[in-house]
T-cell receptor
Framework: NAGVTQTPKFRILKIGQSMTLQCTQDMNHNYMYWYRQDPGMGLKLIYYSVGAGITDKGEVPNGYNVSRSTTEDFPLRLELAAPSQTSVYFC????????????FGDGTRLSIL | AQTVTQSQPEMSVQEAETVTLSCTYDTSESDYYLFWYKQPPSRQMILVIRQEAYKQQNATENRFSVNFQKAAKSFSLKISDSQLGDAAMYFCAYRSPNRDDKIIFGKGTRLHILP
């Protein structure tokens, strides 16, 4: 079972560049999430989606955009990368069955130099 | 709005000893779900244990168990016979029975295992 797959695993960007972090899940989960985790810190929710075509902002959405055109995919777009966006990014998904936990991808380590 | 609080940013325990990580939460809902996740240095998020609020019996998974006190809104994680591989960040999480509500995470407790 692949679960939640994130690509790339590592990336270095220059200030002002843009990129898309890819996330796909094969569990037919309706709910998908993007978090960032700064060194030694907890998870901060960037964006989430409760289904295809529906997205909503989390705690720290500025500087990011998302789209959800299919159930499987939930890409995160960084426009005009800034050093403050250096972090580890996690994608997660969960089913509509509320006693089930979130499933996480392995993360993308992003450095902005 | 629901909140999850982990009051211990860091803890240490001697190998083979028992340690308890605390988690409290605030909610007005009567039915909900609680989870503990482990994040080792590899950064993977691994589900350790889950608890349904309607169940009085505390969940156990091998060396991991919880002390769930619904009235006190407390959900602590006990790790018995601590092993070096238990060293990680541990996150407590709350999930509402309302399907579209976000899952709420605590800020985490970093656990060190002393050989």
């Amino acid at each position: 079972n692949a679960g939640v797959t994130q690509t790339p695993k590592f990336r270095i960007l220059k200030i002002g560049q843009s990129m898309t972090l890819q996330c796909t899940q094969d569990m037919n989960h309706n709910y998908m999430y993007w978090y960032r985790q700064d060194p030694g810190m907890g998870l901060k929710l960037i964006y989430y989606s409760v289904g295809a075509g529906i997205t909503d902002k989390g705690e720290v959405p500025n500087g990011y955009n998302v789209s959800r055109s299919t159930t499987e995919d939930f890409p995160l777009r960084l426009e005009l990368a800034a050093p403050s966006q250096t972090s580890v990014y996690f994608c997660a998904s969960s089913s509509t069955v509320t006693n089930q936990p979130q499933h996480f991808g392995d993360g993308t380590r992003l450095s902005i130099l | 709005a629901q909140t999850v609080t982990q009051s211990q940013p860091e803890m240490s325990v001697q190998e083979a000893e028992t340690v308890t990580l605390s988690c409290t939460y605030d909610t007005s809902e009567s039915d909900y779900y609680l989870f503990w996740y482990k994040q080792p240095p590899s950064r993977q998020m691994i589900l350790v244990i889950r608890q349904e609020a309607y169940k009085q019996q505390n969940a156990t998974e091998n060396r991991f168990s919880v002390n769930f006190q619904k009235a006190a809104k407390s959900f602590s994680l006990k790790i018995s016979d601590s092993q070096l591989g238990d060293a990680a960040m541990y996150f407590c999480a709350y999930r509402s029975p309302n399907r579209d509500d976000k899952i709420i995470f605590g800020k985490g407790t970093r656990l060190h295992i002393l050989p």
